[in-house]
């Protein structure tokens, strides 16, 4: 027993002592600071799959640029080696009538450079500066446009710069002897015309950089003329191949030249009317002055004059006044050669025959106006309508136009062309002015019948008298017969407005009353006669609207036709002048052109004896 016990015993300690280290166990201190170690395998396996992803995104993107990306690249390199050269269409000719040249393109050279591949801008800049000065190039401006820079858009830069325009082709030579590879020296052309003036005022002028047609036919006619640039691309290399790549890109548009433009006119007669204008206008110092020659049964206009002229080669000399055309771009009151619209309506709507005669006194009162004539006549004055025509009565014209009213006279003023530009086919037309009878003052009906208060061109009048010349019938005037194509196809503008304003007879009446303006006794108008021919006509003398007045001298005229019994040829002479009538200014210069005009066209007097006509019944 005691054996058993002293086991058992033994045996109750032991797991007595195994249970306490079991619900107590032993407390492992740790190092503070010291982190716990990852596991390689772990390490290992992300850095395999970052990798892989890494080369499949490689992968990817070399599959995206090679099938997909390639082309766009590749274009956008090409792009950056192509040039771009304009290829100036050659602009057509403006001729007369028989072909003859007015102005013309002749060839000269253009100037570009390609800035990427200009190594020293300064220096180049230096040795272009020496050639190009005399044409106003600036050498600022030579080295911005030699120094490599963007396009407009910034996407690339700019391989295709002019250097100049239209340089002489000796000074072109020059510049290809610097044997510069960034230069380009090609084609180019300006405008001349050899009659250094000769129908400037017709023919106007161009810009000088790209030859757009800045006024006259130039300008009206731009498109016609200029025809289509064509475009020359073409790929050039850089660096040691700084040079057009000769198996490279390239693409090549030719230009179309442009079509050219036959005026009515005819340069010999225009070259006398114009020279026998500024003869006459010169010693007067006339500011400014007109001469027309029409075709009374075309409406071609033969001739156009402006005093002063301009050279369309020296604009920089000339005062801009002087570029336009003083005949439809300058308004005036025409003065008294407006009463022959007075009359032609009276005839026409029965108030007057050409045996009326009128009760003219010494002058007449209009609202707070009083018109006289120059010498008056007697109160009670009985006189015929071609006397009053003879000698330009006021009081007489005045008293026609009350028996006519203020509505048919606007009417007529209307119908002759007044208030609306003629068509002829220039830029600048004016319209001029009419004052309708709804806004008449007072002394209107005295002021407006003898042509004061009505704006008018030189233009506008001329065709008035073509009117009377042509039985009655208006024609719109033209100054281009055709366009000739580069192949020589000519085509015809469409054929002119026409419109009925007199009868024949009435028409005829009326120029057989005007010629008593060059016959009667005391008839203003003498100076216009011409030995052998029977002239119908009219003299006037008139201010210049400015600035809401009038300003200093007079604007004389005469406008008459030739012969007046079978009229072939209308002429009218307008001037500003500092002091004068249009009897002793403009009837002188009538009579010189339409002689030069009856001569110039094999115009011979018909015989005929001029008409009996009388001042008083």
């Given at each position: 027993?005691?054996?058993?016990?002293?086991?058992?015993?033994?045996?109750?300690?032991?797991?007595?002592?195994?249970?306490s280290r079991v619900r107590v166990p032993r407390l492992i201190r740790r190092r503070p600071g010291l982190p716990k170690l990852a596991e390689p395998r772990r390490r290992l396996r992300l850095a395999t799959v970052l990798a892989?992803?890494?080369?499949?995104?490689?992968?990817?993107?070399?599959?995206?640029?090679?099938?997909?990306?390639a082309s766009a690249y590749a274009a956008a390199g090409l792009q950056d080696r192509l040039i771009h050269a304009v290829l100036p269409a050659s602009r057509g000719a403006i001729l007369d009538r028989d072909g003859k040249?007015?102005?013309?393109?002749?060839?000269?050279?253009?100037?570009?450079?390609?800035?990427?591949?200009?190594?020293?801008?300064?220096?180049?800049?230096?040795?272009?500066?020496?050639?190009?000065?005399?044409?106003?190039?600036?050498?600022?401006?030579?080295?911005?446009?030699?120094t490599p820079h963007k396009t407009a858009n910034g996407k690339g830069n700019v391989r295709f710069e002019?250097?100049?325009?239209?340089?002489?082709?000796?000074?072109?030579?020059?510049?290809?002897?610097?044997?510069?590879?960034?230069?380009?020296?090609?084609?180019?052309?300006?405008r001349e015309i050899p009659g250094y003036d000769l129908a400037s005022n017709i023919i106007g002028y161009t810009s000088r950089e790209n030859l757009s047609g800045q006024m006259g036919i130039e300008q009206q006619y731009d498109s016609v003329l200029r025809g289509v640039d064509g475009l020359h691309t073409y790929e050039h290399g850089e660096g040691e191949l700084d040079k057009p790549l000769p198996y490279g890109y390239e693409e090549l548009n030719p230009a179309r030249p442009g079509s050219s433009v036959e005026l009515t006119i005819n340069a010999d007669l225009q070259y006398s009317i114009q020279s026998a204008l500024a003869a006459r206008m010169e010693p007067l110092k006339a500011d400014?002055?007109?001469?027309?020659?029409?075709?009374?049964?075309?409406?071609?206009?033969?001739?156009?004059?402006?005093?002063?002229?301009?050279?369309?080669?020296?604009?920089?000399?000339?005062p801009q006044s002087q570029w336009k055309d003083q005949c439809t771009a300058t308004v005036f009151d025409p003065g008294s050669i407006h009463k022959v619209i007075v009359m032609g309506a009276a005839l026409q709507e029965g108030?007057?025959?050409?045996?009326?005669?009128?009760?003219?006194?010494?002058k007449v009162r209009k609202g707070d106006t009083t018109y006289t004539d120059h010498p008056p006549q007697k109160d009670g004055t009985k006189m015929t309508i071609?006397?009053?025509?003879?000698?330009?009565?006021?009081?007489?014209?005045?008293?026609?136009?009350?028996?006519?009213?203020?509505?048919?006279?606007?009417?007529?003023?209307?119908k002759f062309g007044l208030g609306q530009r003629t068509g002829v086919g220039l830029p600048n037309e004016s319209p001029g002015q009419l004052l309708p009878p709804d806004k008449w003052t007072g002394s209107s009906p005295g002021s407006i019948p003898i042509g004061n208060g009505v704006a008018t061109t030189a233009l506008q009048m001329a065709m008035v008298y073509t009117t009377i010349a042509n039985d009655g019938l208006w024609v719109q005037p033209t100054l281009v017969r055709k366009i000739i194509a580069p192949d020589g196809t000519a085509t015809k503008p469409p054929a002119p407005a026409t419109r009925r304003v007199l009868d024949p007879k009435v028409a005829a009446e009326l120029r057989t009353m005007l010629e008593g303006v060059t016959t009667l006794d005391d008839a203003t108008g003498h100076q216009a006669a011409i030995p052998g021919y029977r002239i119908a006509g009219k003299t006037g003398t008139s201010k210049l609207p400015q600035n809401g007045g009038y300003a200093d001298g007079d604007v004389v005229s005469f406008i008459g036709m030739a012969p007046a019994e079978a009229p072939r040829y209308v002429v009218a002479v307008n001037a500003h002048v500092p002091g004068g009538a249009g009897g002793s200014v403009a009837a002188p210069a009538f009579k010189e052109m339409m002689a030069l005009t009856l001569s110039s066209f094999g115009v011979v007097p018909t015989?005929?004896?001029?008409?009996?006509?009388?001042?008083y019944p």
């Open positions: 027993m005691g054996t058993k016990g002293t086991k058992a015993a033994k045996a109750t300690r032991g797991v007595t002592a195994r249970s892989l992803l890494m080369f499949a995104t490689i992968g990817v993107r070399l599959v995206q640029l090679q099938l997909t990306d040249i007015l102005v013309h393109s002749i060839e000269t050279r253009y100037v570009a450079v390609d800035p990427m591949a200009v190594k020293d801008p300064e220096a180049l800049a230096d040795q272009l500066f020496a050639i190009l000065d005399k044409y106003g190039v600036l050498r600022s401006d030579l080295v911005r446009k030699m002019y250097v100049a325009h239209q340089i002489d082709v000796s000074d072109g030579d020059r510049i290809e002897a610097l044997h510069v590879g960034a230069l380009k020296v090609a084609r180019d052309e300006r400014f002055a007109s001469a027309i020659v029409i075709d009374v049964h075309t409406g071609e206009i033969m001739a156009m004059a402006s005093y002063p002229s301009f050279a369309p080669a020296d604009l920089d000399r000339t108030i007057i025959t050409p045996d009326t005669a009128v009760t003219v006194n010494s071609p006397g009053i025509l003879a000698l330009s009565s006021n009081v007489g014209t005045i008293a026609v136009a009350d028996q006519l009213g203020k509505d048919r006279l606007y009417e007529y003023q209307r015989g005929t004896e001029p008409p009996k006509l009388t001042i």
